[in-house]
Protein backbone atom coordinates (compact mmCIF):
# COMPACT_ATOMS: atom_id res chain seq x y z
CA UNK A 1 0.00 0.00 0.00
CA UNK A 2 0.98 3.53 -0.80
CA UNK A 3 1.09 5.61 1.82
CA UNK A 4 1.62 9.47 2.61
CA UNK A 5 1.22 11.84 4.82
CA UNK A 6 3.32 15.05 4.54
CA UNK A 7 0.40 16.90 2.72
CA UNK A 8 -3.27 15.42 2.10
CA UNK A 9 -3.28 11.70 4.01
CA UNK A 10 -2.46 9.64 0.38
CA UNK A 11 -3.36 5.84 1.49
CA UNK A 12 -3.60 3.58 -2.05
CA UNK A 13 -4.07 0.24 -2.70
CA UNK A 14 -3.21 -1.35 -6.32
CA UNK A 15 -3.47 3.11 -6.92
CA UNK A 16 -6.91 3.34 -5.92
CA UNK A 17 -7.61 5.52 -2.71
CA UNK A 18 -8.93 3.95 0.23
CA UNK A 19 -9.37 6.98 2.39
CA UNK A 20 -12.95 7.60 3.87
CA UNK A 21 -14.77 10.50 3.61
CA UNK A 22 -15.98 10.56 6.63
CA UNK A 23 -14.12 12.03 9.60
CA UNK A 24 -13.42 9.90 12.39
CA UNK A 25 -12.49 6.34 9.63
CA UNK A 26 -10.19 8.65 7.76
CA UNK A 27 -8.96 10.00 11.45
CA UNK A 28 -8.17 6.32 12.58
CA UNK A 29 -6.98 5.36 8.74
CA UNK A 30 -4.11 8.53 9.17
CA UNK A 31 -3.04 7.18 12.91
CA UNK A 32 -2.60 3.47 11.25
CA UNK A 33 -0.95 5.19 8.11
CA UNK A 34 1.24 6.58 10.44
CA UNK A 35 2.64 3.65 12.20
CA UNK A 36 2.66 1.61 9.63
CA UNK A 37 3.75 -2.23 9.54
CA UNK A 38 3.56 -1.45 13.41
CA UNK A 39 0.41 -2.26 15.78
CA UNK A 40 -1.23 0.67 17.25
CA UNK A 41 -3.31 -0.25 19.93
CA UNK A 42 -6.69 -0.16 20.87
CA UNK A 43 -6.43 2.41 23.63
CA UNK A 44 -4.14 4.77 21.28
CA UNK A 45 -7.39 4.56 18.60
CA UNK A 46 -9.77 5.08 20.96
CA UNK A 47 -7.68 8.08 22.87
CA UNK A 48 -7.28 9.69 19.30
CA UNK A 49 -10.76 9.46 18.39
CA UNK A 50 -12.78 10.33 21.53
CA UNK A 51 -9.83 11.88 23.80
CA UNK A 52 -10.99 11.31 28.11
CA UNK A 53 -14.45 10.75 26.82
CA UNK A 54 -14.90 7.80 24.66
CA UNK A 55 -18.35 6.96 24.49
CA UNK A 56 -20.04 3.07 26.00
CA UNK A 57 -19.85 2.09 22.36
CA UNK A 58 -15.94 2.91 21.23
CA UNK A 59 -15.09 -0.74 21.09
CA UNK A 60 -17.80 -1.87 18.92
CA UNK A 61 -17.95 1.81 16.94
CA UNK A 62 -14.48 1.58 16.34
CA UNK A 63 -14.88 -2.41 15.18
CA UNK A 64 -17.04 -0.67 12.66
CA UNK A 65 -14.89 1.56 11.13
CA UNK A 66 -12.00 -0.91 11.14
CA UNK A 67 -14.96 -3.20 8.70
CA UNK A 68 -15.83 0.47 6.55
CA UNK A 69 -11.47 0.79 5.80
CA UNK A 70 -11.73 -2.80 4.98
CA UNK A 71 -14.49 -2.48 2.86
CA UNK A 72 -12.81 -0.12 0.94
CA UNK A 73 -9.68 -2.00 0.72
CA UNK A 74 -11.04 -5.14 -0.60
CA UNK A 75 -12.61 -2.68 -3.21
CA UNK A 76 -9.02 -1.87 -4.16
CA UNK A 77 -7.46 -4.98 -4.24
CA UNK A 78 -10.24 -6.29 -7.28
CA UNK A 79 -12.20 -9.34 -7.78
CA UNK A 80 -9.64 -11.94 -7.74
CA UNK A 81 -7.13 -10.46 -4.69
CA UNK A 82 -4.27 -12.24 -4.01
CA UNK A 83 -4.77 -11.40 -0.48
CA UNK A 84 -7.48 -9.80 1.05
CA UNK A 85 -8.40 -6.81 3.14
CA UNK A 86 -7.94 -8.91 6.46
CA UNK A 87 -4.43 -9.24 4.78
CA UNK A 88 -3.82 -5.35 4.53
CA UNK A 89 -5.42 -3.96 7.89
CA UNK A 90 -4.82 -6.87 10.11
CA UNK A 91 -5.25 -7.26 13.84
CA UNK A 92 -2.99 -8.14 16.49
CA UNK A 93 -3.14 -8.72 20.08
CA UNK A 94 -3.88 -5.38 21.42
CA UNK A 95 -4.78 -3.76 18.26
CA UNK A 96 -4.41 -2.97 14.63
CA UNK A 97 -1.64 -2.73 11.87
CA UNK A 98 -1.73 -1.24 8.42
CA UNK A 99 0.47 -3.61 6.87
CA UNK A 100 2.54 -1.38 4.75
CA UNK A 101 6.41 -0.88 4.42
CA UNK A 102 7.24 1.54 7.02
CA UNK A 103 10.16 2.56 5.64
CA UNK A 104 8.58 3.90 2.03
CA UNK A 105 5.98 6.10 3.63
CA UNK A 106 6.99 9.82 2.50
CA UNK A 107 7.54 10.67 6.23
CA UNK A 108 10.28 7.50 6.77
CA UNK A 109 11.75 8.86 3.59
CA UNK A 110 11.98 12.59 4.46
CA UNK A 111 13.16 11.79 7.83
CA UNK A 112 16.51 9.26 6.19
CA UNK A 113 17.12 12.16 3.79
CA UNK A 114 17.23 14.65 6.46
CA UNK A 115 19.45 12.88 8.65
CA UNK A 116 21.68 12.14 5.45
CA UNK A 117 21.90 16.13 5.35
CA UNK A 118 22.50 16.56 8.85
CA UNK A 119 25.44 14.32 8.78
CA UNK A 120 26.85 15.73 5.49
CA UNK A 121 26.38 19.48 6.99
CA UNK A 122 28.37 18.08 10.26
CA UNK A 123 30.97 16.72 8.11
CA UNK A 124 31.63 19.83 6.02
CA UNK A 125 29.99 18.85 2.99
CA UNK A 126 27.67 21.70 2.74
CA UNK A 127 26.99 20.84 -1.42
CA UNK A 128 25.71 16.88 -0.47
CA UNK A 129 23.89 18.48 2.26
CA UNK A 130 21.97 20.85 0.22
CA UNK A 131 21.20 18.58 -1.76
CA UNK A 132 19.59 15.57 0.55
CA UNK A 133 17.71 18.26 2.75
CA UNK A 134 16.13 19.65 -0.54
CA UNK A 135 14.95 16.41 -1.32
CA UNK A 136 13.77 15.96 1.92
CA UNK A 137 12.15 19.06 2.07
CA UNK A 138 10.33 17.89 -1.89
CA UNK A 139 8.67 15.37 -0.48
CA UNK A 140 6.12 17.48 1.50
CA UNK A 141 2.79 18.90 -0.23
CA UNK A 142 1.99 20.74 2.20
CA UNK A 143 1.02 21.23 6.36
CA UNK A 144 1.29 17.19 7.32
CA UNK A 145 -1.86 15.09 6.91
CA UNK A 146 -3.86 18.70 6.09
CA UNK A 147 -7.06 17.33 5.26
CA UNK A 148 -7.79 15.33 9.02
CA UNK A 149 -8.84 16.45 12.04
CA UNK A 150 -6.28 15.44 14.16
CA UNK A 151 -6.98 14.32 18.34
CA UNK A 152 -4.33 14.37 20.28
CA UNK A 153 -2.27 11.23 19.75
CA UNK A 154 -2.06 12.78 16.11
CA UNK A 155 -1.54 16.06 16.97
CA UNK A 156 1.38 15.68 18.55
CA UNK A 157 2.99 13.67 15.96
CA UNK A 158 1.70 16.17 13.64
CA UNK A 159 3.81 18.77 15.29
CA UNK A 160 7.17 16.34 15.68
CA UNK A 161 6.37 16.14 12.27
CA UNK A 162 6.00 20.10 11.57
CA UNK A 163 9.58 20.40 13.72
CA UNK A 164 11.66 18.42 11.76
CA UNK A 165 10.92 19.62 8.87
CA UNK A 166 11.34 23.09 9.84
CA UNK A 167 15.05 21.81 11.27
CA UNK A 168 15.70 20.60 7.94
CA UNK A 169 14.70 23.55 6.33
CA UNK A 170 17.21 25.77 8.82
CA UNK A 171 20.10 22.50 7.94
CA UNK A 172 19.20 23.55 3.98
CA UNK A 173 19.50 27.18 4.30
CA UNK A 174 22.99 26.71 6.73
CA UNK A 175 24.30 24.47 3.49
CA UNK A 176 23.16 27.12 1.14
CA UNK A 177 25.03 29.89 3.08
CA UNK A 178 28.20 28.03 2.98
CA UNK A 179 28.11 27.47 -1.24
CA UNK A 180 28.30 31.20 -1.45
CA UNK A 181 24.33 31.21 -2.46
CA UNK A 182 23.45 34.44 -0.08
CA UNK A 183 21.67 36.72 -2.39
CA UNK A 184 18.94 33.62 -3.91
CA UNK A 185 18.09 32.99 -0.44
CA UNK A 186 17.05 36.37 0.74
CA UNK A 187 13.49 36.08 -0.64
CA UNK A 188 12.68 32.98 0.88
CA UNK A 189 14.30 33.89 4.52
CA UNK A 190 12.04 37.52 4.52
CA UNK A 191 9.04 35.26 3.88
CA UNK A 192 10.00 32.75 6.68
CA UNK A 193 11.15 35.65 9.22
CA UNK A 194 7.98 37.53 8.62
CA UNK A 195 6.07 33.95 9.12
CA UNK A 196 8.44 33.41 12.28
CA UNK A 197 8.91 36.31 13.84
CA UNK A 198 10.24 35.33 17.06
CA UNK A 199 12.93 32.82 15.37
CA UNK A 200 15.74 33.78 16.49
CA UNK A 201 18.10 31.27 14.10
CA UNK A 202 16.10 32.32 10.61
CA UNK A 203 16.62 36.02 11.50
CA UNK A 204 20.35 35.21 11.92
CA UNK A 205 20.46 33.59 8.75
CA UNK A 206 18.85 36.24 7.17
CA UNK A 207 21.55 38.83 8.51
CA UNK A 208 24.38 37.13 7.68
CA UNK A 209 22.91 36.42 3.81
CA UNK A 210 22.25 40.37 3.70
CA UNK A 211 25.47 40.69 5.09
CA UNK A 212 27.19 38.92 2.63
CA UNK A 213 24.98 41.01 -0.37
CA UNK A 214 26.32 44.09 0.89
CA UNK A 215 23.41 45.08 2.39
CA UNK A 216 24.60 45.49 6.60
CA UNK A 217 22.05 48.57 7.07
CA UNK A 218 18.82 46.14 6.60
CA UNK A 219 20.97 43.25 8.66
CA UNK A 220 21.03 45.78 11.53
CA UNK A 221 17.48 46.22 10.90
CA UNK A 222 16.00 42.75 11.12
CA UNK A 223 18.22 42.50 14.32
CA UNK A 224 16.29 45.66 15.76
CA UNK A 225 13.18 44.38 14.61
CA UNK A 226 13.67 41.16 16.28
CA UNK A 227 14.92 42.73 19.46
CA UNK A 228 11.81 44.87 19.92
CA UNK A 229 9.58 41.95 19.59
CA UNK A 230 11.32 40.29 22.17
CA UNK A 231 11.15 42.76 24.50
CA UNK A 232 7.44 43.76 23.74
CA UNK A 233 5.91 40.01 23.59
CA UNK A 234 8.28 37.95 25.96
CA UNK A 235 10.31 40.40 28.12
CA UNK A 236 13.49 39.09 27.02
CA UNK A 237 16.58 40.10 25.28
CA UNK A 238 17.62 38.10 22.41
CA UNK A 239 19.93 35.16 22.86
CA UNK A 240 23.63 35.51 23.37
CA UNK A 241 24.42 33.89 20.62
CA UNK A 242 22.44 36.15 18.30
CA UNK A 243 23.76 39.04 20.38
CA UNK A 244 27.33 38.46 19.19
CA UNK A 245 26.12 38.28 15.62
CA UNK A 246 24.88 41.56 15.88
CA UNK A 247 28.32 42.74 17.31
CA UNK A 248 29.99 40.92 14.43
CA UNK A 249 27.89 42.99 12.07
CA UNK A 250 28.59 46.53 13.95
CA UNK A 251 32.45 45.38 13.58
CA UNK A 252 32.52 44.35 10.15
CA UNK A 253 33.76 40.99 11.07
CA UNK A 254 35.57 39.48 8.22
CA UNK A 255 33.91 36.02 9.06
CA UNK A 256 30.90 37.61 7.81
CA UNK A 257 32.34 38.36 4.02
CA UNK A 258 30.80 35.14 1.48
CA UNK A 259 33.17 32.67 0.63
CA UNK A 260 32.49 29.01 -0.43
CA UNK A 261 33.34 27.11 3.33
CA UNK A 262 32.30 29.92 5.61
CA UNK A 263 29.58 28.96 8.12
CA UNK A 264 27.23 31.89 9.79
CA UNK A 265 29.30 33.17 12.21
CA UNK A 266 28.35 32.52 15.72
CA UNK A 267 25.42 30.26 14.69
CA UNK A 268 24.89 27.00 15.09
CA UNK A 269 24.68 24.64 11.75
CA UNK A 270 21.35 23.70 11.01
CA UNK A 271 17.39 24.58 5.57
CA UNK A 272 10.12 26.34 1.74
CA UNK A 273 7.66 25.75 3.71
CA UNK A 274 3.72 25.96 2.36
Given at each position: M?I?????????????????S?????????????????EV???????E??G??P?????????T???????L?????G??????P????LR????Y?L???????D??????L??R???A???G??T?????????????R????????P??V???????????????L??RI????????H????G??T???????L????H???????????R?????E????????F???LGL??S?????LH?????????L?????S?P?V?A??G???
Amino acid sequence: MEIAVLGPLVARQEQTSVVPSAAKPRQALALLALNSGREVSVRALTDELWGDRPPRSAAATLHTYVKQLRRLIAAALGPEPARGPRDVLLRRHSGYVLEAPPDDTDAARFERLARRGRAALETGDATTASARLDEALRLWRGPALADVTPGRVLEAEVLRLEELRLTALEDRIAADLRLGRHDVLLGELTGLTARFPLHERLHGQLMVALCRSGRTWQALEVYGRLRAAFVADLGLEPSPQLRRLHQAVLEGDPALEPTMTSAPVVLADRGTLR
